[in-house]
């Protein structure tokens, strides 16, 4: 007589029974149908998609949220701008009636000076520690008092700058023009000097990329850059190491100039696929460049203190150009926070669909699991009652 052994069909059957029971108290705990690959394979592979989707979302969503502040601040100074140049152009007007006496015209003149200086604070707002209107040079103010001097920090008599003094290689020397209103710069090869530079300012001069009486050359042992000029201005920065910083010469600042000492630099940042928004708006482009925001009102300034009627209605005209240039300038950044208003709600929207697809794909209804819960004890219940009654049988039992 053959007696079939039992034992490993019930230990088969009690490592199903807990392994079920195991799943359905992950799932209950988890809310989750699939906890490893090998739940679902297929849908283990959809949801990598999914989840990459999704870490997409999350950044775009985490430019957009910084972004749009930015902007939003960067429209509102130039609102704020557009608002002091219209005072500028009624006080203007008023300057050139021909009916204001001297005295008169010269408090006119102080008026609009306060205007430039609320125009040129506009210009260096920031946004959490980054100047919007510096291009890519956002950790300082775009915008500066100009001088007619610059020196080097570094040269003395003890250990002199000369022509031959080796400057940092990739190092950047900028001079702003307040002159022109443009911005010219250096990068130093390696192996260049201070002669090299030296030369390229005497070059940028005679092209017309700065003003024909900008100039450098060591004095004192220290690098001196300078416009030739009591009434012209520029302002001057440098990161080389060998110059150190350049500083404005005392009693050289010139009155209601300022110049520009960040670039034109346009950095952009993924929002979506393919969308992407310009991170920054450099200032020369809107303050110095086509109708010269800046430059026009220092020109009002000096018409009311020194100039003719003529004159006069000539600066005003120019500042009124200059409004109707930042408004348009506006328009863009105005579309620009619309798009980026439409993308936040787009990428909202976009990430609730994401995660309801990923809930789809692994997740579990709760009502479910609970009943996948109590079935998966029940049939372990079962299992263990039907190995209580076979599992302490032997071959004897069986030959009674």
């Known amino acids: 007589m053959r007696v079939t052994n039992m034992l490993p069909d019930m230990q088969y059957a009690m490592q199903q ?54 902007m939003q601040t960067a429209d509102s100074a130039l609102s704020s701008i557009v608002t002091a140049l219209n005072s500028a152009i009624t006080d203007g007007t008023a300057g050139a009636n021909g009916t204001e006496t001297s005295a008169q015209r010269q408090s006119i003149a102080s008026q609009v000076a306060s205007v430039l200086t609320t125009v040129v604070a506009q210009a260096n707002t920031s946004y959490a520690g ?5 291009g890519s040079e956002t950790s300082t103010p775009p915008f500066v008092a100009a001088s007619t001097t610059y020196t080097s920090a570094n ?57 024909a009486n900008i100039s450098a050359s060591i004095v004192g042992g220290q690098l001196s850059i300078s416009t030739g000029s009591s009434t012209a201005g520029i302002a001057v920065v440098s990161n080389d190491a060998a110059l ?36 920054n708006v450099p200032g020369s482009a809107l303050f110095t460049s086509g109708a010269n925001v800046i430059g026009s009102l220092s020109n009002l300034v000096t018409a009311l203190q020194s100039g003719t009627t003529a004159q006069i209605s000539a600066a005003t005209t120019a500042v009124s150009t200059a409004s109707s240039y930042i408004d348009q300038q506006r328009v863009p950044l105005d579309n620009s926070i619309s798009q980026l208003n439409s993308q936040e709600s787009y990428l909202g929207q976009e990430k609730i669909t994401l995660t309801t697809q990923q809930t789809a794909l692994v997740g579990i209804n709760l009502a479910n699991a609970a009943t996948n819960l109590s079935q998966a004890e029940l049939d372990n219940n079962a299992v263990l009652a039907a190995a209580a009654k076979v599992m302490p049988q032997t071959l004897l039992d069986y030959l009674k």
Not at 21 to 33: C, E, F, I, K, N
Not at 130 to 134: A, E, S
Not at 174 to 196: E, F, L, M, P, R
């Open 17 to 70: 029974s807990q392994q079920n029971l195991s799943t359905a108290l992950q799932q209950v705990s988890t809310g989750l149908r699939v906890n490893q690959l090998s739940d679902d394979p297929s849908a283990s592979a959809n949801m990598v998609s999914s989840l990459a989707a999704s870490a997409n979302v999350d950044q775009y969503t985490s430019n957009v949220s910084y972004l749009l502040p930015q």
């Open 244 to 279: 150190g910083s350049m500083n404005a010469a005392d009693g050289t600042a010139v009155a209601n100039a300022y110049a520009y000492v960040g670039n034109s630099s346009v950095n952009s940042v993924q929002v979506g696929d393919s969308m992407s928004v310009a991170t």
């Open 130 to 134: 980054v100047y919007v209107f510096g």
């Open 155 to 211: 040269g003395s008599a003890a250990s002199p700058l000369s022509a031959t003094t080796a400057l940092t290689a990739g190092s950047v020397t900028t001079i702003g023009d307040a002159t022109t209103g443009q911005t010219w710069s250096y990068t130093a090869a390696q192996g260049d000097n201070v002669g090299d530079l030296e030369a390229a300012i005497a070059s940028a001069a005679s092209t017309g990329k700065i003003s």
